[in-house]
């Protein structure tokens, strides 16, 4: 069953925005901690942005001054996270994850990871 439902990436000019949705359940949406990771070849997940159920949001070192992330739901039906970053550079070209994640984790379902979406940034 499909957790988490990404959205957007592609092919960016340098200097571009990008824009990331991450769809989840109700259930998901509000009681986990939401987050952008990226992942280049060859190395592990690195943070973009998270929010809280509260509002508070952490950046990545490469992220901050640059991007945000905002959560949204739209009457109860979407519920989503925006992932918004400006001034992309080449090197910001990875493949994007969105993830869920809740602090108990004596929870059998206390992370969930979205498929991947690639971004490719052109110079």
């Known amino acids: 069953q499909v957790q988490l439902v990404e959205s957007g990436g592609g092919l960016v000019q340098s200097g571009g925005s990008l824009r990331l949705s991450c769809g989840a359940s109700l259930r998901i949406w509000r009681l986990y901690t939401m987050g952008w990771w990226r992942q280049f070849p060859g190395q592990q997940r690195e943070l973009v942005a998270s929010i809280t159920t509260s509002g508070d949001t952490t950046y990545g070192n490469s992220a901050k001054g640059r991007t945000t992330i905002s959560r949204h739901s739209d009457d109860n039906v979407n519920h989503t996270v925006i992932l918004h970053m400006d001034s992309l550079k080449p090197e910001d070209t990875a493949v994007y994850y969105c993830?869920?994640?809740?602090?108990?984790?004596?929870?059998?379902?206390?992370?969930?990871w979205g498929p991947g979406t690639s971004v490719t940034v052109s110079s």
């Open positions: 993830n869920a994640h809740h602090p108990d984790h004596k929870m059998a379902d206390y992370n969930y």
